[in-house]
DNA sequence: CAAGTAATGATAGTAATACTATTATATTTG
DNA sequence: CAAATATAATAGTATTACTATCATTACTTG
């Protein structure tokens, strides 16, 4: 599974960067760099200029990357749920049951990352952790139908069709299987924003909290 | 109900502000000004000297009263909640039995606010409005935890309590009454996100929608 | 009603952000 | 090795997010 992780390239929509950062040693430096810093001083604070001398690289040379941190942010975010989703599929494909198969999709989507694959440049503990502090902010703009038209967010709807198609396989006639399945997404990277900073708002204390939290509520209303 | 809403007074932690908004005419436009403000051209594109020129009135009076402008959202999410609790329980106080205060109580925090009371300087429709594509950026900071020490998001968090409450008050044994509680809140104000900027994500296509939705995803829950 | 106090306005200034443009210097590749 | 390409260095601009100072207006109170 690593080695195999370790091969696959995650496509993103060329849109949302200016060049390819994986095309070069200074792109994946950008990309490995960013996400370390994100994740240490939050992305209201991150700059270009500050990765630039972090990365002892120019900060005119990052925006031959990408137009903007926001952007940057997209393509994170975008990186993140391509990976997931792989994960997803990975774990899945081989599952005939559709209650099991969604058992193991929830299992997978509220999980935290715990362990970093090691073989990219990309750290996958702490991009999960920008994920849950951040992703909201990828969309919550004033450009999001502009951006969304461009494919921006498509491998974010991309995971949530999956799973609700897969909700869809267990209870066809369930009216709100898309609803359900955006928030089982959203719901999840809360409840891990809530554990972490307003542990009064959560039941959910430790990390597989949240997996009984979502198969328990989902599992129940199927069931119905 | 509108009567005593006007004469009604949201008590805002202290601490959010410098000045209190209510305490002035020009506090009072302030607010009523930012609401529109925000609502029109995003936060990300809202400044005090924005909002200075479209009130006549000076930037350096702005921040008189708010320090800066993450502090005037924080503000402006925490009347919404105040304005929401009050909704709620005067909606909810004379119900007995505790299926149909709960359901009384989803039906209140999962609808959109339709009707501006009109009596106050604060427009709730826009104000709803923008607590839905605004109100993570409120807590989604690095500054979350001495924040909310300060005690910025009490409103909040009574809100998500007093659900929770309700829903332990159906289920004394359900073991994730709060986290329900907490995802029924932000769940509803992603849905009506998802209704107006990615269709596909959601089955929530008219408002009510969201209260069926959740709803149903309660109701079945607690009955199993 | 005069005098004092508080609120607001006007102006100026600063450091940082979010870029763009230009030119110089490496590095790669044909 | 020359040409093309990538990166670095430098400079510059408009805007943001403030802070400080001082002038003016309004409001209160003796």
């Not at 058992?103 to 990219?120: G, L, N, P, Q, Y």
């Not at 990828?138 to 951006?147: G, I, M, N, P, R």
């Amino acid at each position: 599974m690593e080695r195999l992780l370790k091969s696959i390239k995650i496509a993103i929509n060329e849109k949302i960067y200016v060049k390819d950062p994986e095309s070069s040693t200074l792109g994946k430096r950008i990309v490995e760099e960013s996400i370390l810093m994100i994740n240490e001083m939050g992305f209201e604070s991150f700059t270009f200029k500050k990765l630039g001398a972090e990365i002892g690289s120019n900060e005119s040379s990052i925006y031959r990357y990408f137009e903007n941190k926001h952007k940057l942010l997209v393509y994170l975010t975008s990186w993140y749920w391509g990976w997931l989703e792989y994960q997803l599929v990975f774990a899945t494909n081989s599952i005939a049951d559709p209650s099991d198969r969604l058992e193991k999709a929830i299992e997978i989507v509220t999980r935290t990352t715990a362990k970093d694959s090691a073989f990219s440049h990309i750290n996958e503990v702490l991009l999960n952790k920008i994920v849950i502090n951040e992703n909201s902010k990828s969309f919550l703009t004033k450009e999001v139908d502009s951006e969304n038209k461009e494919g921006y967010f498509v491998l974010y709807k991309r995971m949530v069709s999956r799973i609700g198609q897969m909700i869809k396989d267990v209870r066809p006639d369930y009216p709100f299987a898309v609803s359900l399945a955006s928030t089982i997404l959203e719901g999840s990277l809360h409840q891990h924003f809530l554990k972490d900073h307003f542990g009064t708002l959560t039941d959910c204390r430790k990390n597989e909290d949240a997996t009984s939290y979502f198969l328990h509520l989902v599992t129940t209303t199927l069931n119905a």
